[in-house]
Nanobody
Framework: VQLQASGGGLVQAGGSLRLSCAASGRTSSRNVAGWFRQAPGKEREFVAA????????YIGDSVKGRFTISRDNAKNTLYLQMTRVKPDDTAVYYC??????????????WGKGTQVTVSS
C-alpha cells in the first residue's frame, strides 16, 4: 500500500488549501483513512478521518469548523479541505489509512508528509 500526499505549500492566514492523498490498493468501506500533522517540536496530532464508506467523519477539536475531510471512491483519493487557516496550522501533514477496521485514529499505513506553512 502506498499513500502519496500532495497539495501542501505556503498560504496566508485566513486562506484555504486542499490536500490530496492518492492511495494504491483497494480500501475497504469499513476502514478509516485520515490526516495527521506534526509541527516542529510537537507530537503528532490527529486532524481528521473518514470511514471509507463515507458514513462517518471524525474531526479534531483544533480544526473543527474549518477543515473538512472527504474521499473519492473512483479515484481512491482522500482530501482535506482547509479553510480559515491559522499560523498554528503550520505542520507536516500526513495521510494514513487502516489495514483492518478499528478505532478512528488507529492507522497502519502512512504516507510521506506534505508541508503546510501558514504565514501571518
Amino acid at each position: 500500500v502506498q499513500l502519496q500526499a500532495s497539495g501542501g505549500g505556503l498560504v496566508q492566514a485566513g486562506g484555504s488549501l486542499r490536500l490530496s492523498c492518492a492511495a494504491s490498493g483497494r480500501t475497504s468501506s469499513r476502514n478509516v483513512a485520515g490526516w495527521f500533522r506534526q509541527a516542529p517540536g510537537k507530537e503528532r496530532e490527529f486532524v481528521a478521518a473518514i470511514r471509507w464508506s463515507g458514513i462517518s467523519t471524525y474531526i479534531g477539536d483544533s480544526v473543527k469548523g474549518r477543515f473538512t475531510i472527504s474521499r473519492d471512491n473512483a479515484k481512491n483519493t482522500l482530501y482535506l479541505q482547509m479553510t480559515r487557516v491559522k499560523p498554528d496550522d503550520t505542520a507536516v501533514y500526513y495521510c494514513a489509512k487502516q489495514a483492518i477496521p478499528g478505532r478512528f485514529d488507529d492507522m497502519h499505513y502512512w504516507g510521506k508528509g506534505t508541508q503546510v506553512t501558514v504565514s501571518s
